[in-house]
């Protein structure tokens, strides 16, 4: 059972950073992809960025791209999002998800969600 536990989330001004964590457990994860999603209020949830776990393989949705990055720490088990130059048009909850694969995404867990609050 894989469980995702993000953190980091916050009130920020724009053009402020932050870094949300996302620590993993519950099996290794050396075939997986690991990811962010956000969702804004009555909206639909989006793809954020996304990192494979063996090799860091990274990519980006279009919103994000030059502005967030992601990572992911092996021995802490933890993937990283980097959020630079940040708007109030990033204000939404974050989610992680892991996908058992990195060819077929299925991103089939999910952590309970860091808000993030950009004021103009």
């Known amino acids: 059972q894989v469980q995702l536990v993000e953190s980091g989330g916050g009130l920020v001004q724009a053009g402020g950073s932050l870094r949300l964590s996302c620590v993993a457990s519950?099996?290794?994860?050396?075939?997986?992809?690991m990811g962010w999603f956000r969702q804004a209020p009555g909206k639909e949830r989006k793809f954020v960025a996304a990192v494979t776990w063996s090799d860091g393989t990274t990519w980006y949705g279009d919103s994000v791209k030059g502005r967030f990055t992601i990572s992911r720490d092996k021995v802490k088990n933890t993937v990283y999002l980097q959020m630079n130059s940040l708007t109030p048009e990033d204000t939404a909850a974050y989610y992680c998800?892991?996908?058992?694969?990195?060819?077929?995404?299925?991103?089939?867990?999910w952590g309970q969600g860091t808000q993030v609050t950009v004021s103009s």
């Open positions: 519950g099996r290794t994860f050396s075939n997986y992809a």
């Open positions: 998800a892991a996908s058992s694969s990195t060819v077929n995404l299925d991103w089939r867990s």
